[in-house]
């Protein structure tokens, strides 16, 4: 499993991922595993995905291999681009999207997405979302969510602090993540957005 947060905060953006594998029981941490990284960069974004280890590696190797430029700047580009590599994904990876439970396809993994327009949520069901402080997804997502919120009020805490704090504080409680942790943060441009 794993956990992954964005933060937004102050004209900076921050992207924090644990960097524990699990298979079963095993656990698979960065001690043993050199490619234990959750967040990769492609063009002005930083990704990080929750899901099966695959996911992410498809991801990764699609982006890098297809000469389309994906955009993730905002929640409609984030859509039809997340729509893209869904039908990629199924279509050269593999990926099998049989369940009667739900309406729409399964990507079986989400993904948090920071770039200089701002943070974005994706969720399995390819449902974007513009974030207007911080978000978390994964096994210790609960653990992270509820961190960030006893500190983001903190002048003293950056989107860079507040996503760390986040992190150990999953892997101080949640048994499948694990530390050490990555963090990437970037300024942003542009005004925050409206929340009314």
Known sequence: MTTIVAVRKDGMAAI???????????????????NCRKIFAYRDNFLATTGWGTYQIAIEHMLSKSKKKFNFSNVAE????????????????????????????????????????????????RFPQELSKFYA??????????????VYDDPARSAEDIA?????????????????????????????????
């Open 16 to 34: 924090a991922a644990d960097t524990l594998t699990t298979f079963g029981n095993q656990k698979e941490s960065a001690d043993y595993f050199v």
């Open 78 to 125: 984030i859509f039809e681009s997340g729509s893209i590599i869904h039908r990629i994904l199924k279509d050269k990876y593999f990926l099998r999207t049989e369940s009667e439970d739900d309406d729409f396809e399964s990507s079986h993994g989400s993904m948090l997405i920071v770039n200089p327009s701002g943070i974005f949520s994706l969720t399995h069901h």
């Open 137 to 150: 997804f994964g096994s210790g997502s609960e653990y992270a969510m509820g961190a960030m919120r006893a």
């Open 164 to 196: 760390r704090c986040a992190i150990e504080v999953a892997a101080e409680f949640d048994d499948s993540t694990g530390l050490p942790l990555d963090c990437f943060a970037i300024k942003l441009k542009g005004p925050s957005p409206n929340r009314k």
